[in-house]
């Protein structure tokens, strides 16, 4: 059974920064990819972030160099450092966990954290 945790959301102001924090509850191998989305209201999840287990990043067009994704594999976490956060950053992200294995695919999701950012 796997279980992802997430904190460090909450309130930032505009221009403000907040870090997200993810881990992961059981046994995962280092190759899955971890990320994080997000969906704000009356819009669809998009992707904020993600990394490999080699440690590749890709970012969604609207971050725009505002956000780093890192990852510890030997504690099985993922991290989302943002920075020059706007209103428009406002959402609930949630941490994701891509777990391929042909022919297995597991796709593990973290219930949530709310971020709003005000000006």
């Known amino acids: 059974q796997v279980q992802l945790v997430e904190s460090g959301g909450g309130l930032a102001q505009t221009g403000g920064s907040l870090e997200l924090s993810c881990v992961v509850i059981?046994?995962?191998?280092?190759?899955?990819?971890m990320g994080w989305y997000r969906q704000a209201p009356g819009k669809e999840r998009e992707l904020v972030a993600s990394i490999t287990g080699g440690g590749m990043a890709r970012y969604g067009d609207f971050v725009k160099g505002r956000f780093t994704i890192s990852r510890d594999n030997a504690k099985n976490s993922v991290h989302l450092q943002m920075n020059n956060l706007n209103s428009e950053d406002t959402a609930v992200y949630y941490c994701?966990?891509?777990?391929?294995?042909?022919?297995?695919?597991?796709?593990?999701w973290g219930p949530g954290t709310q971020v709003t950012v005000s000006s």
């Open positions: 994701n966990v891509d777990h391929r294995s042909p022919p297995a695919h597991q796709l593990y």
């Open positions: 059981g046994s995962i191998a280092s190759f899955a990819t």
